[in-house]
């Protein structure tokens, strides 16, 4: 069964910087395409960023292009979320999984709060 940890959350003023982490365990990591989900309260988790199983970015959600960067260490079982420039509206719980499709259970999640 597939696990998650996610860690690297925490309290940033707006354009800070954070750095998230997550460690998979129970599946093949290097054949798995990952992804990282955020939600905020009483919205739905939405996407925010993609990493095929060879580290091609599939996909950075709109709002966070320019800002944000997926990657991943096969060796180390790890897939990172580098956030720059950070805006109050990144405030939200951070999630690692599956990509869409695949998704499995999710993990604790790490909380992300921008503020001054």
């Known amino acids: 069964q597939v696990q998650l940890v996610e860690s690297g959350g925490g309290l940033v003023q707006p354009g800070g910087s954070l750095r998230l982490s997550c460690t998979v365990s129970?599946?093949?990591?290097?054949?798995?395409?990952m992804a990282w989900y955020r939600q905020t309260p009483g919205k739905v988790r939405i996407l925010v960023a993609t990493i095929t199983a060879t580290g091609d970015t599939n996909y950075i959600e709109d709002s966070t292009k320019g800002r944000f960067t997926i990657s991943r260490d096969n060796a180390e079982h790890t897939v990172t979320l580098q956030m720059n420039n950070l805006k109050p509206e990144d405030t939200a719980i951070y999630y690692c999984?599956?990509?869409?499709?695949?998704?499995?259970?999710w993990g604790q999640g790490t909380q992300v709060t921008v503020s001054s």
């Open positions: 129970g599946t093949t990591f290097s054949t798995e395409s």
């Open positions: 999984n599956l990509i869409p499709g695949r998704i499995t259970r």
